[in-house]
């Protein structure tokens, strides 16, 4: 069984250690902690609602050009040049 290490240290912030092979989950003092599934899967969908919201960071970050590249846009093409191409990427990953 594998569990979902993320969510469970989400819910239960007191879990320290998650074993999947004996489907251990014990405090910092080696105490087990007994989970309910329903908290976990919260767990999960605030996570995944967390990833998408900066999701578009990363993206974005990808397709800027260097700052070498920007730099030169700037001397050959003015601002207004570099406004057009960094507004392209931000409308292509729109903040949610």
């Known amino acids: 069984m594998s569990l979902d290490h993320e969510a469970i240290y989400k819910a239960y912030p007191s879990v320290k250690t998650i074993d999947?092979?004996?489907?251990?989950?014990?405090?910092?003092?080696?105490?087990?902690?007994?989970?309910?599934?329903?908290?976990?899967?919260?767990?999960?969908?605030?996570?995944?609602?967390e990833a998408a919201a900066i999701d578009y960071q990363g993206k974005r970050k990808a397709e800027y050009p260097s700052i070498e590249d920007q730099l030169d846009t700037i001397y050959h093409s003015g601002v207004a040049g570099w406004k057009t191409t960094i507004k392209a990427i931000k409308d292509k990953y729109p903040k949610p």
Do not use: C, F, M, P
């Open 20 to 49: 999947d092979t004996d489907s251990k989950i014990l405090d910092d003092s080696g105490n087990a902690v007994i989970v309910e599934q329903s908290k976990i899967d919260a767990a999960r969908t605030t996570l995944n609602a």
